[in-house]
DNA sequence: TCGTAATACCTAGTGTTACTATGTATAATA
DNA sequence: TATTATACATAGTAACACTAGGTATTACGA
């Protein structure tokens, strides 16, 4: 199925501004939590997920701070900046003007 | 807007085999009733378009069958096989499974 | 105790695909 | 006569999700 990798394509941004605009995460939880609200649909591969948030790091929209477990075992939390806090409202906007084009021709109203 | 090329990803095919599903048309005429129907939202490049018809064509979901117009212009006009109805099928699924998705994530219910 | 699974992070390389830029050619319009 | 619209084509580019591999700690069952 490399639909799904497609269609992934440009969205998997937006869902991790969109997670992280609601709480600060680390990776390994983001992964779970995209899991469990899209009820099992959406399984980002650490692949995927890692360069994203690198990416989005670089480009100032996120911020990851480590953070030391009693152990030692490490985590590295992300906090959404002002920056990805605007981007992630023009994301949603754009993914909603898409959503619309695509029924449109996908699920033309029945006449 | 790079956004719209990623966002593209993986939906060009279904919304031309949708739009060959209901009648056979030629490049020129896609690229047209595409942005006519989504409300100027589509603007297919050709650099996208020919190049996709012609993977579908060799995967058999479409027939292109060339057309010489009074005064001896070519069209290349484009057929669905079943093959591409079964994709189409199979691809408005996948489809409005990946919108579910997204919709749980990017709009959660306000409760 | 020893192997496996889960947790937790990282990255080099691959494959797919929309798009840019460019080319060819005819018909219609200014 | 020049420009725009019609009509098709393709070589090369850029973006990005993913594969496959790596390191390391913790928990659990055999």
Redesign the pocket.
């Known amino acids: 199925m ?1 639909q ?3 269609l ?6 937006s869902l991790l501004l969109c997670l992280l605009g609601q709480q600060p995460m ?4 983001i992964i ?1 939590e995209l899991e469990r609200r899209s009820q099992g649909y959406f399984k ?5 997920l ?6 989005l790091e670089k480009g100032g929209l996120v911020a ?1 701070k480590w953070q030391r ?1 009693p ?7 992300y906090y959404i900046s002002d920056k990805g806090h605007r981007l992630l409202a023009v994301k949603r906007s754009q993914w909603l003007d898409f959503l619309t084009a695509m029924n449109l021709i996908i699920q033309p109203a029945q006449t």
């Open positions: 490399a799904r990798r497609e992934m394509k440009g969205n998997a941004d680390y990776g390994y939880q779970k980002f591969k650490e692949g995927t890692y360069p994203a948030l690198h990416r990851g477990l152990g030692g075992r490490q985590r590295r939390y």
